[in-house]
């Protein structure tokens, strides 16, 4: 099987190889942002969220800090930023706006280099068509010159040597395409986490203003 497939990667001429090179790279990523979306990033939400307003409810900050710090996530790191406001006793605008300063941050973190997924797919079909349309001209070049009654079976093999290229192109694509999807929804999965955690907290600590030393921005004006 092995033999064969390499014997139909050679056929496929020069435009295999930029095809197996964005295949190589696309595994790469692939394996990347499945370890951290999958394995890095995510963390039990509610449990993080109950351990936070327990430590709110002591009025003991310090102890929330603590517990973003043993989680090192996207989400507990915009929390955290929200809570060194809340110590510093800073208004409940200042608060938002440190939660919406650091959602803005991580976001791209989450969605790093997940788009090039897509890009690989669309590149690597037109890679194998391009390869396809230049193995067909090379052909018909081919058979020009060819005698009579040998042209119909060096244009058949010339014509199917040339598809080499194309579905490989599609194999590569395929699979990026479906990985795309599912890191891409997982990724969405992530970032809408966060603005739920960090819209509860934030009402969390405006229904507590007075035990945290919160000023609405109204009174502070």
Known sequence: MIATLLHHFHEGGFFMYPILILGVISIAITVDRYRALYRTMPMNKEHFFKSLTSYLFKNDLQGMLLVCDQNPTPLSK???SCLIRLVNKSKDSEIQAALDEGAMMETPAIEARIGFLAVISNVSTLLGLLGTVCGMIMSFKAVASADP?????LLTQGISEAMNATAF??????????????????AQRLIDDINEIS????????ANRERFGVAAAEEAA
């Open 78 to 80: 915009v929390i955290k």
């Open 149 to 153: 009654a040998s042209k119909a079976a």
């Open 169 to 186: 192109g599609l194999v590569v694509a395929i699979p990026n395409l479906l990985a795309y999807s599912i890191l891409q929804n997982r």
């Open 199 to 206: 819209m509860r907290t934030f009402n969390f600590i405006l």
